[in-house]
């Protein structure tokens, strides 16, 4: 079952975001899933400012495909200074692709 993954970060910053992304790809940047090593089973992703912080959005495959992931993401989210950020998780009931 296919998954909604948001993380609001409070605080957070387009610099905040790039510095992850970069940590995540070597520095090679990510405009297609395939740039992001170890996120199999990711079908989407967007990010953008909200009041006060950043909102990111994701669809994975599965919980199992979202949780792999989370063990390399959360170190490098902590360190940015937001690791007592959780998830909001909620089952998708219509995924769209082109």
């Given amino acids: 079952m296919a998954i909604i993954v948001t993380f609001e970060l409070q605080g957070a910053t387009q610099d905040v975001y790039d ?7 070597g520095g090679r940047g990510f405009s297609a899933v395939a740039d992001l090593p ?3 089973g990711l ?5 953008g ?6 909102r990111v959005t994701d669809v994975w495959e599965s919980p199992e495909a979202f949780e792999s992931f989370a063990a ?3 170190p490098i989210v902590s360190d940015l200074g937001f690791g007592h950020v959780q998830p909001q ?3 998708a009931h219509n995924v769209v692709t082109h």
Avoid at 19 to 25: G, N, P, Q, Y
Avoid at 43 to 47: G, K, L, Q, V
Wanted: hydrophobic content about 45%; charged content about 10%; some cysteine.
């Fill in 89 to 91: 998780v909620t089952p």
């Fill in 38 to 40: 170890g996120a199999n």
């Fill in 72 to 74: 390399t993401l959360a």
């Fill in 19 to 25: 510095a992850c992304i970069d940590r995540l790809t």
């Fill in 43 to 47: 079908i989407s992703h967007a990010a």
């Fill in 49 to 54: 400012p909200v009041d006060g912080g950043w």
